[in-house]
């Protein structure tokens, strides 16, 4: 339960916005800035604290608590391997088009400081419910 809680792409999606949010909050002078920095201080120990119950239970398919490798990623064999292929494939693709039109929402939004961490937001969580989908599809 643990570990597919920790590579759910929904739970990273939660916590993007969670930081985004934050950030935004941080910037803005904004009121409830510190009882959010509490949600996100437990949230991060949380995910840390799961991290090392896992991998105390299961030393085989432990998880880096600090790796370039993000933990959605399962290769133990070719074709998982093949299926992350095709996956990150597809979030390249999405990002060839997304990104421009990204810059083109910025440069025409120049007034509204939250656009630009939405549109993080919303290429984030695109981004794993890509990589979510095509996995599923072939693992399933």
């Not at 990273?12 to 909050?25: D, E, I, P, R, S």
Request: hydrophobic share 50%; glycine share 4%; proline share 6%.
């Amino acid at each position: 339960m643990i570990e597919r809680t920790i590579r759910s792409p929904f739970f990273m999606v939660v916590y993007t916005g969670l930081m985004l949010l934050f950030v935004y909050a941080s910037f803005e002078q904004k009121g409830w800035v510190y009882p959010l920095g509490i949600v996100v201080l437990t949230v991060t120990a949380g995910l840390f604290l799961f991290l090392i119950v896992h991998n105390l239970r299961h030393p085989e398919r432990s998880i880096k608590l600090i790796s370039f490798i993000p933990y959605e990623f399962n290769e133990e064999d070719e074709g998982q391997q093949w299926v992350t292929n095709r996956a990150c494939r597809k979030v390249y693709i999405f990002f060839y088009f997304a990104i421009p039109y990204s810059a083109l929402l910025m440069v025409l939004f120049p007034f509204f400081p939250e656009v630009p961490l939405l549109i993080l937001f919303v290429l984030s969580s695109t981004q794993y419910t890509i990589y979510w989908y095509e996995t599923r599809r072939y693992l399933k």
